[in-house]
C-alpha cells in the first residue's frame, strides 16, 4: 500500500464531527497513559510531558478522517489498550496479584495490549483472504415449474486488498454450479484498480459460464473520480474504456434498463445513486404493469429504496455496498442509520438480500461479517 493510503482512504465531511470527538477522546487517553508508562524512565518530566502530547496530538490527527486506516488502527490499539487497562485492574484487585506476577510490567509497557493488537490484526486478515458461499432459497408462484440459480457478486474492488488468486478459485468454485444467471453487484473495480487490473478482472469474470448470460450494474467506486488515484494524481482508465472492457467480455450493463431472461424473471439494474442521485430513474418508470406479472428482480448497489420497491410488486432486491462493515465498529455505524447491512430481510411481501462482497475496500482487514458469492435459489 502506498503510504499516503493510510490517512486517505476516502473522505466524506459529514463524518468530520464523529473524527473529532473520537480522536479527542483517544488523544486524552493516550496522552495519559504514555505518560503513565514513561514516568520510571530516565526521561525528564518536561520530555515525558512533550513525547505524551504528541503522541496524542498524533492520535487526533488519525481520527479526523473515520474512512481511513490511520483510524481504524488508531482505535483499535484504543481498545486493545483499555482492554488491557481492565484485564490488569482485575488482576490486581480482585486477584491482588497472586497468579500473573509478570503483568503489572507487560501492562505498563504496552505489552498486553499489544499482543490483543496483533491478534485483531492477524484474524482480520484471515478473514479478508477467505472467501465462503452464502446461499439463500427463493420460493414463487411466478415461474411455475421451473427453477433458477442465481449468482450474485458485487465489491470486489479487484487488485486493491486481496490476493487475486481468490477470485479465480472463487470462478471455479461458482462453475461447479452451473449457474442460470450471474449478476455482477457493482464496485467490481475502484480508484486504486490500475488500468491492466480492470481489464484482467472482467476477463476473469467472462469465464463464468452461466445460461442465461452475465449482467452488470455500477457502483460507487467503478466510475473513478477525477483526483482519486493518489500515486498519480489521475484516473486510470476512463468511463468509455471501463465501458468498453465489460462489453467485450460478453457481460451486458443495466443502467437503470431491464430485460426479460427466458419469459419468466425481469432483471431491472439501477444506476448507482452517489453517483447519479436524483438524475437516476424511479424503478416504477422502468417497470411496467406486464413486467409485474414475472418474477422480478432489482440490483441496485447501495442497499436503498426497499420499502419503495416492495411497494410497487418487487420480488427480489439485491445489493452490495456495505462490506456487513468490513470492520468494527462500521456496522454499527450502518445500522444506526437505519441501513440494511447484510442478510436477508423481509420487507413486505419484497425480500431484499445484501451481500457483505467478495473482498472489501481500502482496509486490508475484514472483522466484521465475510467475503463471499451469493447463491439465490429460486424455486
Known amino acids: 500500500m502506498n503510504p499516503i493510503h493510510f490517512f486517505t482512504l476516502g473522505y466524506y465531511p459529514q463524518y468530520l464531527l464523529i473524527g473529532i470527538i473520537i480522536g479527542i477522546v483517544i488523544g486524552i487517553y493516550a496522552f495519559f497513559r504514555v505518560k503513565y508508562a514513561l514516568n520510571d524512565s530516565k526521561l525528564s518530566k518536561n520530555k515525558v510531558i512533550i513525547i505524551s502530547a504528541l503522541i496524542s496530538i498524533f492520535a487526533l490527527i488519525c481520527c479526523m478522517n473515520v474512512w481511513s486506516n490511520a483510524a481504524i488502527y488508531t482505535l483499535y490499539i484504543f481498545l486493545c489498550s483499555v482492554l488491557a487497562d481492565i484485564i490488569r485492574l482485575i488482576v ?60 450474485f457478486i458485487s465489491d470486489t474492488h479487484y487488485g486493491t486488498v486481496q490476493n487475486p488468486q481468490l477470485l479465480k478459485d472463487s470462478i471455479s468454485r461458482i462453475n461447479d454450479i452451473k449457474p442460470d444467471i450471474v449478476i455482477l453487484g457493482g464496485d467490481i473495480v475502484d480508484e486504486r484498480t490500475s488500468n491492466a487490473e480492470m481489464k484482467e478482472v472482467f476477463e476473469e469474470l467472462s469465464k463464468i459460464n452461466s445460461t442465461y448470460g452475465i449482467y452488470y450494474v455500477f457502483g460507487n467506486h467503478d466510475t473513478q473520480p477525477s483526483q482519486t488515484d493518489y500515486e498519480n494524481g489521475n484516473r486510470t482508465f ?45 424503478v416504477s418508470e422502468i417497470l411496467n404493469e406486464e413486467d409485474l406479472s414475472k418474477y422480478v428482480i432489482v440490483v441496485d448497489h447501495q442497499p436503498l429504496e426497499a420499502i419503495e420497491n416492495s411497494k410497487l410488486g418487487v ?8 462490506h456487513a462493515g468490513q470492520v468494527f465498529p462500521y456496522k454499527e455505524l450502518i445500522e444506526f442509520e437505519g441501513i440494511n447491512s447484510y442478510g436477508k430481510y423481509t420487507i413486505g411481501d419484497m425480500e431484499q438480500i445484501v451481500s457483505s462482497g467478495l473482498t472489501g475496500w481500502g482496509w486490508g482487514i475484514r472483522n466484521e461479517g465475510k467475503c463471499e458469492y451469493v447463491l439465490i435459489n429460486i424455486n
Request: charged share 25%; glycine share 8%; hydrophobic share 35%.
Open 92 to 151: 490486581k484487585y480482585p486477584l491482588k496479584d497472586k497468579h500473573l506476577k509478570f503483568m503489572p510490567k507487560l501492562h505498563k509497557k504496552g505489552g498486553l495490549a499489544l499482543v490483543f493488537f496483533i491478534i485483531i490484526i492477524i484474524v482480520g486478515a484471515w478473514g479478508m483472504n477467505h472467501i465462503d458461499q452464502t446461499e439463500y432459497n427463493m420460493t414463487t408462484q411466478k415461474i411455475g415449474n421451473d427453477s433458477y440459480k442465481v449468482i
Open 238 to 282: 476512463t468511463d468509455i474504456e471501463l465501458n468498453q472492457t465489460i462489453k467485450k467480455n460478453g457481460i451486458r450493463i443495466l443502467n437503470d434498463e431491464k430485460t426479460t431472461i427466458n419469459g419468466d424473471i425481469v432483471l431491472v439494474g439501477r444506476s448507482d445513486a452517489e453517483w447519479d442521485g436524483n438524475a437516476r430513474a424511479n
Open 315 to 322: 420480488d427480489l432486491q439485491v445489493s452490495g455496498h456495505t
